[in-house]
C-alpha cells in the first residue's frame, strides 16, 4: 500500500488505516464478541500495509486497548504506528453530545496525566506513537489539557499527540502550547463538514487527517437498506440518519456511489474511501472492521483511481437526511 506522514515529523503510515472501536463496542454487540477473528484482522491489516492502528480508553470501556495490545503483542508492535485517546469517559445512563455511546468529557490535566499509564499497561507498550484528545472539555480550558498532554510526549509516553473533533480556532489555541501531529474526525460522503475550514486549514499546516466512519458507519457500503438490517443491540438505532425515513431518503445517496462504483468494477466501499482519500496528501482514512472479507475490501481502496468526472459526480451527491448525533 502506498504511504504517507503521520503530520510534519511523523513516521510513514499506510494512506488507510484501520479503526478498532466495533471489535469491541457501540456496533453489533449482540453478536458473539470474536477475539480472535479481531486479532487476527489486525494482523491482516499490517500484512496488507495499514499500519495506523486505532483505539481508545473509552470503547469498553478498556477491553478495546486490552484487545489491541494483545494483538501487538509477541513482535507486532513494532509494526504499528499505535494510536489511542484520552478525554471521554463512561457515564452509563449519560449521552451528553452523544458521540460516543455512555460516555462525557473529561480534559483535567491530572486525569489526563494519569490516564496514560493505563493505556500504556492495557496496550502492552512503554508509549504510544499518537495520543489524541478525544473530545475537548468545555469545563476546561484546552491549553490546560493541551499542556498536560505536551508532558506525556516529553516523558516520552507518547511520540505525538493529536486533536479530534475541534475547530479551526481550537488547533490553533493548542498549536501555542505543543505542536498538533494530526485532527480526527468524521469525514465521509454524506458527513463533509471538516471541508468548509478545518481540513484545508490541516492541509496548509501539514497537519496529518485522520477520517473516523469514512463509510458513514457501514451505509455508504450498502450494508443497510432499511432500519430493521441494524442488528438490535447497536450503537447506529440510536442515529438520526438510520431512523427509517432518513434511511429509505439517503438510500440515494448509496445508489450514485454504486453507479460510480459499477463504472469502474469495484465496489461502493471502495469508492466511497477513494473519494475520502482524494481530499488531500495527509488524509489518512481509518474504516472500521472486525471481518477480514471487510478489511481487503477496504485495502483495496488504496489502488481505485477516481477521474475528475467520477470526482464531479460523487461531489453532487445529495446532503444527507438527519443530522449525525
Given at each position: ?175 501555542a502550547v505543543h505542536p498538533v501531529s494530526s485532527v480526527q474526525s468524521e469525514l465521509s460522503l454524506w458527513t463533509r463538514d471538516p471541508l468548509e475550514s478545518v481540513l484545508p486549514y490541516c492541509v496548509e499546516q501539514g497537519i496529518a487527517f485522520l ?115
Amino acid at each position: 500500500m502506498r504511504t504517507t506522514k503521520l503530520g510534519n515529523d511523523g513516521p510513514e503510515v499506510g494512506v488507510i488505516g484501520l479503526g478498532c472501536m466495533g471489535m469491541t463496542h457501540a456496533y453489533d454487540m449482540a453478536a458473539t464478541r470474536d477475539d480472535a477473528t479481531s486479532i487476527a484482522v489486525i494482523h491482516q491489516a499490517l500484512d496488507l500495509g495499514m499500519t495506523l492502528i486505532d483505539t481508545a480508553d473509552v470503547y469498553g470501556p478498556h477491553d478495546n486497548e486490552e484487545l489491541v495490545g494483545r494483538a501487538l503483542s509477541g513482535g507486532h508492535r513494532e509494526r504499528a504506528v499505535l494510536a489511542t485517546k484520552v478525554g471521554l469517559v463512561t457515564a452509563l445512563g449519560s449521552t451528553p453530545g452523544g458521540s460516543s455511546p455512555g460516555s462525557v468529557r473529561n480534559g483535567r490535566p491530572a486525569y489526563v496525566r494519569e490516564s496514560i499509564d493505563g493505556s500504556l499497561r492495557r496496550l502492552r507498550t512503554d508509549h504510544v506513537d499518537l495520543y489524541q484528545l478525544h473530545r475537548v472539555d468545555p469545563e476546561v480550558p484546552i491549553e490546560e489539557t493541551w499542556g498536560a498532554m505536551a508532558e506525556i510526549v516529553a516523558a516520552g509516553k507518547a511520540r505525538r499527540i493529536g486533536l479530534s473533533e475541534v475547530t479551526v480556532d481550537e488547533i490553533k489555541r493548542a498549536e501555542a502550547v505543543h505542536p498538533v501531529s494530526s485532527v480526527q474526525s468524521e469525514l465521509s460522503l454524506w458527513t463533509r463538514d471538516p471541508l468548509e475550514s478545518v481540513l484545508p486549514y490541516c492541509v496548509e499546516q501539514g497537519i496529518a487527517f485522520l477520517p473516523f466512519s469514512p463509510l458513514g458507519r457501514g451505509f455508504l457500503a450498502g450494508r443497510f437498506a432499511s432500519f430493521d438490517d441494524l442488528p438490535e443491540d447497536d450503537f447506529r438505532r440510536r442515529l438520526p440518519r438510520f431512523q427509517q425515513e432518513a434511511l429509505e431518503s439517503n438510500l440515494a445517496i448509496v445508489a450514485l456511489v454504486r453507479e460510480v462504483a459499477d463504472r469502474l468494477g469495484v465496489t461502493a466501499a471502495q469508492v466511497a474511501l477513494a473519494w475520502v482519500l482524494a481530499q488531500g496528501p495527509r488524509v489518512i482514512p481509518i474504516p472500521g472492521t472486525k471481518t477480514p472479507k471487510y478489511l481487503h475490501d477496504n485495502a483495496g481502496a488504496a489502488a481505485v483511481t477516481l477521474s475528475a468526472a467520477d470526482l464531479d459526480s460523487l461531489n453532487d451527491v445529495p446532503a444527507p437526511t438527519g443530522t449525525r448525533y
